[in-house]
């Protein structure tokens, strides 16, 4: 398949800082990208969205950003909270039409 | 507004039988696509659906299909269940199908024993 999701990283964090999550995506000609957040027993939840005219994009305490040179995506939590505990995918699309593909995932855990 | 919904959420299944599982996306949406999230493969496109017509398929046997009603709703059909089609399904619907937000439900766990 086009989503390959074996020994899922892992980012523990204490809570109050911020967070990196990194994603490198697999196409060029993509130009548009989503971050999600899942938890346990729900479906991936919408977080930020970027298109590949820009760089950055800012949320509520969430920042990403696009690197197109390197294919590389990047989500940036501030003040990580425990209910950011989750996995958090990154997803592309290439103007197919609904098909996103996601990365493998990546698991952050927050001690309080 | 209530989100995209997903029935049921559980389903227990017999090798070589069939299912059908059922997605009711966001009022106005017209977009509806599939996923299957499975441990060693991640999340996995299987197809999408606007205005009833099947756009986009993905990598998986003809065993799997779906469709999509004139409200929007849609259904996907896995027959001759495999113990290996075990997995969390996915659906989310967006307003339309390129560059929009896509939302999911929550999915419905489906363990073929």
């Known amino acids: 398949g086009e989503s390959v999701g074996l020994h899922l990283p892992t980012l523990s964090v204490q809570e109050g800082d911020n967070s990196i999550i990194n994603c490198a995506y697999s196409n060029s000609a993509s130009d548009y990208f989503i971050w999600y957040k899942q938890e346990s027993g729900k479906g991936p939840q919408f977080i930020i969205d970027i298109r590949s005219n820009m760089d950055k994009r800012q949320g509520q305490r969430v920042t990403v950003l696009l690197n197109k040179t390197v294919k590389h995506l990047s989500l940036q939590i501030a003040a990580t909270q425990p209910g950011d505990s989750a996995v958090y995918f990154c997803a592309e699309t290439y103007n197919q039409g609904g098909k996103l593909i996601f990365g493998q995932g990546t698991e952050l855990s927050v001690k309080p | 507004k209530a989100g995209v919904t997903q029935t049921p959420r559980y389903l227990i299944k017999t090798r070589g039988q069939q299912v059908t599982l059922s997605c009711s996306p966001i009022s106005g949406h017209r977009s509806v696509s599939w996923y299957q999230q499975t441990p060693g493969q991640g999340l996995q496109f299987l197809f999408e659906?606007?205005?009833?017509?099947?756009?986009n398929k993905g990598n998986f046997p003809g065993r799997f299909s779906g469709r999509q009603f004139s409200n929007s709703r849609s259904e996907m059909n896995v027959s001759t269940l495999e113990l290996g089609d075990s997995a969390l399904y996915l659906c989310?619907?967006?307003?339309?199908?390129?560059?929009?937000?896509?939302?999911f439900g929550q999915g419905t766990r489906l363990t073929v024993v």
């Open positions: 989310a619907s967006s307003l339309a199908r390129t560059n929009t937000e896509a939302f």
């Open positions: 659906y606007f205005s009833e017509t099947q756009r």
